[in-house]
């Protein structure tokens, strides 16, 4: 097992140098604008929104940023002035989501083969824009940026707050376990099982999470929604000695020093509850104080990424590599 606080271990392990742009949260914001504006310097985003009033928005990206499609989709405000849908390849939209406005991050041969009865009346190619190689926050910060071009007058979910940074700077590789959150949680999920689950918004990012870590560290994780895991554990009887590989890692809007049962959902709270009356192993990852949905999300997604890379390297796996993908035939 590699040693978390050796620095030159750390800088031998991580050749690609995803270490150092983890630590780069001043240029997500500035990297997410040129994006766009490279966009609609070779897209007429006006038109394509024009031809599209009233009709839905088919956001199409890769399997490895799921995730990510879904807390975008989470932090629009309930009464946008349109209807945005993220294709999956489990669900039928054709019936109810065509014609429409496709949004799509992924080739446009592999979007052919995929979305055959998606009716599109125009098409936002970002296959060149985005990809699941960039830093999560990037991606989200880019994709609500591009809505936001397409109505202006959604703006609620671009109220982009400064970004908090004193508990993330603590997470670069030469802050020690100690006082480094994101090797302490690498560490406490470390050969075990992780679960990830969350309410609202969060539950994009603890798709992320598990995403992640499969595409980093190789390793296995899951991820659902509060209700989803309730079901779970209040139903299901699963053998004691599946619970003894599982850390539970709850996700939450709720600054770790004011937390309370009553400061949780009712459904938090009671699955909360649950976990430790059966003493099961979990642990509470929490925003700074007061942020809003996008700041709490950028938040989580720079945490995320952090223990993606420490969990790599305790694997001793270069997140680059992907092995496993290659057995399988995708390599891209």
Not at 52 to 68: D, F, K, N, Q, R
Not at 83 to 110: C, F, K, M, R
Request: overall charge negative; hydrophobic content about 50%; glycine content about 4%.
């Amino acid at each position: 097992m590699l040693d978390l606080d050796d620095f030159n271990e750390l800088q031998t392990f991580d050749q690609a140098g995803l270490l150092v742009r983890a630590g780069q949260v001043d240029q997500r914001w500035p990297a997410a604008q040129r994006a766009l504006a490279n966009l609609a310097a070779t897209t007429d985003l006006a038109h394509c929104a024009a031809t599209a009033v009233g009709l839905p928005l088919v956001l199409v990206v890769p399997p490895e940023l799921m995730g990510i499609g879904r807390t975008v989709h989470a932090l629009l405000p309930p009464k946008a002035a349109f209807h945005l849908v993220q294709w999956e390849v489990d669900v039928n939209l054709s019936p109810l989501y065509t014609p429409g406005l496709l949004i799509s991050a992924v080739p446009t041969i592999t979007l052919q083969s995929i979305t055959p009865d998606i009716a599109a009346v125009s098409l936002i190619d970002l296959s060149q824009f985005v990809s699941a190689d960039q830093h999560p926050v990037q991606v989200l910060l880019f994709l609500l940026a591009l809505l936001e071009r397409l109505n202006p007058t959604l703006t609620a979910p671009l109220n982009l707050p400064q970004m908090q940074q004193p508990m993330l700077a603590n997470c670069i590789p030469d802050v020690p376990v100690a006082t480094n959150p994101a090797k302490q949680l690498a560490l406490q999920i470390f050969e075990r099982l992780p679960f990830f689950w969350a309410t609202g918004a969060l539950v994009g990012v603890a798709d992320d999470w598990r995403l992640r870590l499969l595409w980093y560290a190789e390793c296995m994780a899951w991820s659902a929604s509060t209700a989803e895991l309730v079901r779970l554990q209040a139903m299901a009887r699963l053998p004691r000695y599946w619970f003894n590989i599982v850390t539970f890692v709850h996700l939450t809007n709720v600054h770790l020093t004011k937390v309370t049962v009553h400061s949780l959902t009712p459904l938090e709270a009671n699955l909360d509850r649950l976990l430790t009356i059966r003493r099961l192993r979990s642990v509470r990852v929490s925003t700074p104080a007061d942020s809003e949905a996008v700041g709490a999300v950028w938040h989580l997604l720079e945490l995320g990424e952090w223990l993606a890379l420490y969990t790599a390297a305790l694997y001793n796996v270069e997140p680059t590599e992907r092995v496993p993908l290659q057995f399988l035939g995708d390599d891209s």
